[in-house]
């Protein structure tokens, strides 16, 4: 008796990659992608061989090559003959770069909507080699701010309003991109400069009762590539642990992140902008920024500001930091 390859649906394709059963069928009509047999010649059932197609078709669409042109370059490397409707491969058999609107070839800052797609779907396929290949690529190419406010924030939102809406499905989709978004704002930080040891840092923490720390985290990162040294305490630090780190570091700024209106605590924002550190005759206090949507739109106490965004925290913060001691700003929004 021989050997039967280990062969499955195509609904259990579709859920592995992550696209839709008719996306399959689609690709198999149009551009000659399907299983390399089928079952008493009608039912189709995929092989490993089939599915690594498969994955490589799906790479190649996620990172802007039009389908057509993708279908060549995966037959190719399958070693099956191109279809007809699809492209030839390219010589070097690496496919050509795509050049269709929204493709993202020569994309001007600020309208990354394809790489806003190519996330979501390498996040839905649970891809993380395409993830990290994405993140790295936009921010060498349009920069953090860019790559955060355009593509890594807003994706993240339309995975999590998915998740609200589908009873807690996609919540690994969320987890996992939440991991490759902090890993790579992480390695900017491990890659920027070291900042300069006679600058006060800036503290950046979450409200007690907040767990979301990527908008912080994008934050440090910026700040690291501006070389502002940063003290990160993360996740939903107690006001007891905020007081101390506050008078311990004696920060240039505090940074409060909330979320929702249910963590924001403006008792607590007010007793940190009224903290005073240093030696006695020159005692100063720190700026705090309130960041995130959960502070809305209360009217500020002196030395607070509210910046709109990662892009006018940075801007901030980088005044405030080159400005001498004592020059506080009115209260208000940021900028």
């Not at 690291?224 to 905020?242: D, F, I």
Request: aromatic residues 4%; positive net charge; hydrophobic residues 40%.
């Amino acid at each position: 008796m021989t050997d039967t390859p280990y062969r499955i649906t195509t609904g259990a394709v579709a859920r592995r990659l992550g696209v839709s059963p008719s996306t399959l069928r689609s690709w198999e009509r149009r551009y000659g992608i399907g299983p390399a047999a089928r079952e008493d010649g009608r039912h189709r059932r995929w092989a490993p061989a089939d599915i690594a197609m498969l994955e490589d078709m799906c790479r190649l669409t996620t990172s802007g090559v039009p389908p057509a042109e993708a279908a060549g370059v995966a037959l190719a490397r399958a070693g099956r003959p191109a279809a007809a409707g699809t492209a030839p491969a390219a010589p070097s058999g690496r496919p050509r770069p795509a050049r269709g609107p929204g493709s993202g070839n020569g994309l001007l800052l600020g309208d990354v909507r394809h790489e806003f797609r190519g996330l979501a779907r390498a996040a839905v396929r649970l891809d993380s080699p395409t993830m990290d290949e994405l993140l790295a690529e936009m921010v060498a190419a349009h920069g953090l701010v860019t790559a955060w406010e355009e593509v890594m924030a807003p994706t993240l939102h339309a995975v999590g309003r998915k998740w609200e809406s589908s009873e807690d499905r996609y919540v690994e989709v969320e987890h996992l991109l939440s991991w490759h978004i902090s890993t790579a704002l992480r390695r900017l930080v491990g890659d920027a400069p070291p900042g300069g040891r006679e600058t006060a840092p800036v503290l950046l923490a979450c409200v007690p009762g907040e767990q979301h720390t990527l908008p912080l985290e994008a934050l440090a990162a910026g700040l690291a590539e501006s070389g502002t040294p940063t003290r990160m305490l993360g996740a939903a630090v107690p006001p007891e642990a905020l007081n101390a780190a506050v008078r311990r570091l004696g920060p240039s700024a505090v940074v409060l992140w909330s979320q929702s209106r249910d963590t924001a605590s403006h008792a607590l924002a007010r007793h940190v902008v009224d903290t005073r550190f240093g030696v006695k005759g020159a005692r100063t206090r720190p700026l705090v920024l309130l960041a995130g949507p959960g502070w809305g739109t209360r009217a500020l106490a002196r030395g607070m500001l509210r910046p709109g965004g990662l892009r006018e925290a940075l801007d901030v913060l980088a005044r405030h930091c080159a400005a001498p001691p004592g020059a506080g700003p009115a209260p208000g929004r940021a900028g």
